[in-house]
């Protein structure tokens, strides 16, 4: 999100918060961020410096709205609501022009009220008025290379006109457009050089050196496993959209009834389940498809669509609309590294919602006026028609290779 919003043209002053998170591989990136910023994370946001600024901008933990949370983990009372509250309280003592977070759709759709309180606590603290936003919008609609309906909560000083255009595609990406440049590629932390030309999608992505870093995926047992899995059942054996419980079964019953090696251990388990491991086991993507969304445990979860193993780091951050000289080797040791690609907001979403906030300060107003639903709020309804079954038929009903 950071970088979007550098794209689009911002400073960046201060990195602050509740959680350290993501904080390393972002003083790695200056080269990217800039040099003229400061970090300073505790768990009282009355501790984080305040400085005068027109916009703070916040990526919360979405983990109390998100359907991917139990249900004893989210919903209007959740403990992971606690930074969000934490940010609006510094926004406040802070007051800018604009605020804005981000979070799943659930916390509009579900956490309305909630999102007018966290309004009311900027505007009590700061003693400023603010008209609220609800921004629905869609990563893949708006640039990125993955389907991620998404929400931005924008708080926007009363007397400043906001509004956040609605985009059509003209066309749209298939996950191997974003990263079959990389696919035969040698796993290496290190620089390596490029193989394969990349497509239109990404080529701007690529570094200008020819060399790129961090194609690596986890070594860990689950990845041993799932490389057994590949050894006896092939890659063809693993289909798109298949998931892990059905090809460990497979690969059972070519293997005489009897588990790979590194499966013995867990066999009863998966047995007791019948092989039904749940909501968020690992599957593999299409190649023939959008990106998903790429969650904190993707380098866990996400099969390659066309290699017998898991994503890499950079595969993930290529998803996310990281360019390619954005640095990973020299965080390889970041015990947060893997989550940080699926945690953070792409690329694209933030530059976008970054360039309608920078259009607004500047008096440049696109699109039709926001539905006016309350007092002083506002729904920009980003995503309207754009969903699933409606972007399957119009972009991906044509076969790969033919425009879709």
């Known amino acids: 999100m950071s970088l979007g919003f550098v794209q689009s043209g911002m400073e960046m002053k201060l990195r602050t918060g509740t959680l350290n998170f993501g904080n390393p591989v972002a003083e790695a990136n200056r080269h990217y961020l800039g040099d003229n910023w400061t970090h300073h994370f505790s768990d009282d946001p009355g501790e984080w410096p305040v400085s005068k600024t027109d916009v703070v901008v916040g990526c ?36 800018p022009k604009v605020v804005v977070f981000e979070c799943v759709q659930q916390a509009y759709t579900q956490g309305r009220d909630v999102m007018n309180k966290y309004r009311r606590m900027v505007e009590e603290i ?33 007397g400043i006109k906001f509004n956040a255009p609605h985009v059509e595609p003209k066309e749209l990406p298939r996950i191997m457009d974003i990263i079959g440049d990389l696919a035969k590629m040698p796993q290496s932390w290190n620089e390596q050089k490029y193989i394969a030309p990349a497509s239109k999608w990404v080529k701007h992505l ?3 050196s020819g060399t790129v870093n961090g194609h690596m995926g986890k070594t860990n047992i689950h990845a041993q496993r799932i490389e057994e899995v590949f050894d006896i059942i092939g890659n063809e ?14 690969a059972v019953d070519m293997n005489n009834g009897q588990f790979p090696q590194k ?41 390659h669509p066309t290699e017998p193993r898991l994503i890499t780091h950079r ?3 290529r998803m996310q609309g990281l360019p390619d000289d954005w640095d990973i080797e020299s965080v390889r040791d970041y015990s947060s590294l893997s989550a940080v690609w699926g945690k953070a907001v792409a690329v694209q979403a933030g530059k976008y919602i970054a360039t309608a906030i920078t259009n607004s300060l500047e008096g440049n107003h696109e699109g039709d006026a926001p539905e ?15 969903s699933r079954h409606a972007a399957k038929k119009k972009w991906y009903s044509s076969p790969i290779g033919a425009k879709g």
């Open 60 to 95: 919360p933990p979405c983990s109390g709205w998100s359907v991917w949370s139990g249900e004893a983990n989210r919903g209007l009372d959740a403990k992971a609501h606690e930074h969000t509250r934490a940010f609006m309280r510094y926004a406040g003592r802070v007051a």
């Open 126 to 158: 700061s003693g400023k008025k603010y008209d609220l936003y609800h921004v629905k919008h869609n990563n893949l609609q708006v640039g990125g290379f993955s389907y991620r309906p998404r929400y931005f909560w924008v708080a926007v000083r009363s």
């Open 206 to 208: 690529r570094s200008k």
């Open 237 to 250: 054996g693993w289909q798109g959209n298949g998931d892990l419980g059905g090809a460990i079964k497979k």
């Open 263 to 303: 499966w013995i251990d867990i066999s009863p388990r998966v047995l007791r389940k019948n092989f039904k491991l749940g909501f968020s086991q690992p599957y593999r993507w299409k190649e023939d498809h959008w990106c998903n969304v790429l969650t904190g445990s993707a380098l866990d979860h996400v099969i």
């Open 315 to 317: 595969e993930a951050a």
């Open 372 to 386: 006016k639903i309350g007092d002083r709020e506002f729904l920009i309804n980003g995503d309207k028609d754009f």
